[in-house]
């Protein structure tokens, strides 16, 4: 027979094997469980995140499509241009503008200034031939035409001064005009090398990606050889830019 000890230690012994059993199930569920809910979280946090780097890529692309598009003249938009040519062409245009206002304001002046000059030198005759006689109405009326002549010219110089805030304004949409462009192309192109070296590197660490990505956006910007621009175009083309 067993004694009373023998009898209690295989009763324990049994109790801990279930509980052991039991214990382990249970954190083995657990586990399964939090690590399942984890991973559908991470997946579907991953694929909100994916989805709005698309959405914001598209916006991005849209957005330089968009300025590309509106730099153009209507005739050259079926035609291809390089890249330097579309990101210069949305300035040129105000550039072209504001120049074409100037050259045709300085050629307004200048006309004017010699009229102001004749003018005066009428006043000085018509005065001339008022005082040798004494009463003349077609004196008189050119004399009347000639005053007011002299005051439309001054209006017409005063008016052109309109010139100096044109061309400030201009200047102003020209600069934000080349900054919006830079912006736009720059994070454009960090975000589609980023997410494309994330597709061929999954491992990789992401703040290296991101850096690389930053790099080699700044080696694009750089001074620009026929290789360079190049290599700017094929870039283009691969996220669809071109």
């Not at 938009?77 to 206002?101: G, K, M, P, Y």
């Not at 040798?132 to 035409?145: G, Y």
């Not at 700044?218 to 175009?233: A, F, I, M, N, Y």
Request: hydrophobic share 35%; net charge negative.
């Amino acid at each position: 027979m067993f004694s009373q000890n023998t009898v209690m230690e295989r009763l324990v012994e049994k109790i801990s094997s279930r509980v052991v059993e039991n214990i382990s199930q249970t954190i083995t569920h657990t586990v399964e469980r939090e690590l399942q809910e984890s991973l559908s979280r991470a997946l579907i946090e991953g694929e909100f995140y994916r989805e709005m780097n698309e959405e914001m890529r598209n916006g991005l692309q849209t957005i330089y499509k968009e300025i590309r598009n509106a730099s153009q003249p209507d005739e050259m938009r079926s035609s291809e241009l390089s890249t330097e040519e579309l990101f210069s062409e949305a300035s040129q245009q105000l550039d072209d503008i504001l120049s074409t206002t100037e050259e045709a304001t300085v050629s307004i002046m200048d006309v004017v200034e010699k009229h102001l000059e004749l003018q005066n030198k009428s006043t000085e005759l018509l005065a001339g031939l008022r005082r040798t006689r004494k009463s003349n109405l077609a004196i008189r009326e050119l004399i009347d035409i000639n005053d007011e002549l002299g005051q439309n010219l001054v209006q017409i110089m005063t008016s052109l001064s309109f010139q100096d805030l044109t061309g400030q304004r201009i200047k102003k949409i020209i600069n934000a005009l080349k900054a919006i462009e830079t912006t736009v192309f720059e994070l454009y192109l960090s975000t589609g090398l980023t997410l494309k070296a994330r597709e061929e590197a999954p491992d990789k660490d992401i703040k290296s990606i991101r850096e690389e990505s930053k790099a080699r956006v700044s080696q694009l910007k750089g001074p620009q050889r026929e290789s360079s621009q190049q290599d700017v175009d094929d870039l283009l083309g691969q996220l669809g830019l071109e």
